[in-house]
T-cell receptor, first 117, second 113 residues
Framework: GAVVSQHPSRVICKSGTSVKIECRSL??????MFWYRQFPKQSLMLMAT?????????EQGVEKDKFLINHASLTLSTLTVTSAHPEDSSFYIC?????????????FGPGTRLTVL | GQQLNQSPQSMFIQEGEDVSMNCTSS?????WLWYKQDPGEGPVLLIA?????ELTSNGRLTAQFGITRKDSFLNISASIPSDVGIYFC?????????????FGTGTLLAVQP
């Protein structure tokens, strides 16, 4: 299957700082990428849809000024958690939509474990 | 956010047994996807279904897109220890500009050797 990478895989930061997470589609172009958050023993919850060259679409209850998304190219989307607090500690996972070859699937990155002290 | 109903929540089986899990929705979907997630990892795509009634296999895994377009099941035959993990269904609704996925609540599978 297609490969999606995320960097960093884990990050620990102090409360009040900002953290940037990168998501890259390595072998296909993705006009649409998605950012999810997953708390322990729970399912994936969609935070926002990242569209290349346009503004991201945020799900209800997700603060767009706190979770900044940039999708500057067809293979890269970034999520910046601004002024992080302990309650932002979670597993953040991105996915990239692959519509090549007549398919329409989403491939996920390996996730980023964020711990805010 | 919206979630699909996935059952069972967890399964504890012996190696070699067959496994079945399913997802149901109140909405019609045009795509069903099944993923497996290992601890600390992102979900890995197992099977993608695009047509109502479609039955697709991937090795020991078989999944079907329900005729009503509101449900899907995943079967695993002759389970092995490495099948352990959390399995998620995901559906994509008709229309909509974002084509976002709605995820099931997950099924935790434990396989005893």
């Amino acid at each position: 299957g297609a490969v999606v990478s995320q960097h960093p895989s884990r990050v620990i930061c102090k409360s009040g700082t900002s953290v940037k997470i990168e998501c890259r589609s390595l072998d296909f172009q993705a006009t649409t990428m998605f950012w999810y958050r997953q708390f322990p023993k729970q399912s994936l919850m969609l935070m926002a849809t990242s569209n290349e060259g346009s503004k991201a679409t945020y799900e209800q209850g997700v603060e767009k000024d706190k979770f900044l998304i940039n999708h500057a190219s067809l293979t890269l989307s970034t999520l910046t958690v601004t002024s992080a607090h302990p309650e932002d500690s979670s597993f953040y996972i991105c996915s990239a939509r692959d519509t090549s070859g007549g398919a329409d699937t989403q491939y996920f990155g390996p996730g980023t474990r964020l711990t805010v002290l | 956010g919206q979630q699909l109903n996935q059952s069972p929540q967890s399964m504890f089986i012996q190696e070699g047994e067959d496994v079945s899990m399913n997802c149901t929705s109140s909405s019609i979907f045009n795509t069903w996807l099944w993923y497996k997630q290992d601890p600390g990892e992102g979900p890995v795509l197992l099977i993608a279904l695009y047509k109502a009634g479609e039955l697709t296999s991937n090795g020991r895994l078989t999944a079907q897109f329900g005729i009503t377009r509101k449900d899907s099941f995943l079967n695993i035959s002759a389970s092995i220890p490495s099948d352990v993990g959390i399995y998620f269904c995901a559906g994509r609704t008709l229309g909509g500009a974002t084509n976002k996925l709605i995820f099931g609540t997950g099924t935790l599978l434990a396989v005893q050797p």
